[in-house]
Nanobody, 125 residues
Framework: QVQLVESGGGLVQAGGSLRLSCAAS????????MAWFRQAPGKEREFVAG????????NYADSVKGRFTISRDNAKNTVYLQMNSLKPEDTAVYYC??????????????????WGKGTLVTVSS
């Protein structure tokens, strides 16, 4: 049974930083695509950042490029999302996701095999 547990969310002022963590259990993250999505109130869930299954490539939504960085620590079986220069429009519940086998990148919800329960990030102006 795969479980993804997010942590690190909270309240931060605009311009500040947060680092989200996603601790995985039940399957190693070293050979599967991982990603972060987010969902703001009243909006659909959207892709934020992705890490290819081999860890060699990353991709980002245009809205977060240059501000967010996705990474992983295989030894800890944990994926991270470093968020800098936060804006009020980054306020959302952030979800960690693990891709289906064989997917190189995970960037759409249809490719997700497992979801975490989410962690709330609130950015005040």
């Amino acid at each position: 049974q795969v479980q993804l547990v997010e942590s690190g969310g909270g309240l931060v002022q605009a311009g500040g930083s947060l680092r989200l963590s996603c601790a995985a259990s039940g399957r190693s993250i070293s050979s599967v695509a991982m990603a972060w999505f987010r969902q703001a109130p009243g909006k659909e869930r959207e892709f934020v950042a992705g890490l290819s299954w081999n860890g060699r490539s990353t991709n980002y939504a245009d809205s977060v490029k240059g501000r967010f960085t996705i990474s992983r620590d295989n030894a800890k079986n944990t994926v991270y999302l470093q968020m800098n220069s936060l804006k009020p429009e980054d306020t959302a519940v952030y979800y960690c996701a693990q891709g289906r086998s064989g997917i190189y990148y995970l960037s759409v919800p249809s490719g997700v095999n497992y979801w975490g329960k989410g962690t709330l990030v609130t950015v005040s102006s």
